[in-house]
């Protein structure tokens, strides 16, 4: 039996962008799971609705002010109720000591614990493998300390400095 090549070529392009595509929406579907908010103090808040927990950490602008992030420790045990702007976690860069504050009240899950080796995760993944908490909110509602990512965008453009 004789397959023509263009038959052949046509079906390899098609399973290959199905495979993509599929890849990419499993991925976006993921990704719609959580919510991203940011306090003016330039920590974000990644909820995930489905599981109620919230991941804490600084952003990439927060990171990119502080400078080489040498030290972090975190102030708050594992299974310990936090209030909201209550302190959670002490990084120290070549820049300065810096508090970073619980944005919602809730229970701490865990602490990166990879942080305590790579402390410079932060300044390579700040808003990915450089998070810094997990949390249990008690409120899951929208909280008014908060901004979504849209207005984030404008507030760190407007910024010239940051003070943690």
């Known amino acids: 039996m004789f397959i023509s090549s263009r038959y052949f070529f046509t079906n390899t392009v098609n399973r290959t962008v199905n495979r993509n595509v599929n890849r990419t929406v499993n ?3 993921n990704r719609q799971m959580s919510t991203t908010f940011f306090t003016e103090s330039h ?3 990644k909820y995930n609705s489905e599981k109620n927990i919230g991941t804490i950490g600084i ?3 927060a990171q990119e002010s502080l400078g080489d992030v040498v030290f ?3 102030i708050i045990s594992n ?5 909201k702007g209550e302190d959670i976690v002490e990084i ?3 820049k300065a000591t ?3 504050y619980a ?3 809730g229970k701490i899950l865990e602490f990166n614990e990879k942080l305590e080796e790579e402390s410079d995760l932060i300044n390579k993944s700040a808003e990915d493998e450089g998070w810094i908490i997990k949390i249990e909110p008690k409120d899951t509602e929208h909280t008014p300390s908060t901004n979504e990512v849209s207005e984030y965008g404008r507030v760190s453009n407007d910024l010239s400095f940051l003070a943690i």
């Open 27 to 29: 991925k976006t579907t």
């Open 43 to 45: 920590e974000y808040l």
């Open 59 to 61: 952003t990439n602008y």
């Open 72 to 74: 972090v420790e975190s």
């Open 79 to 83: 299974d310990t109720d936090v209030e």
């Open 92 to 94: 120290e860069s070549v």
């Open 98 to 100: 810096s508090a970073i």
């Open 103 to 105: 944005p919602v009240d």
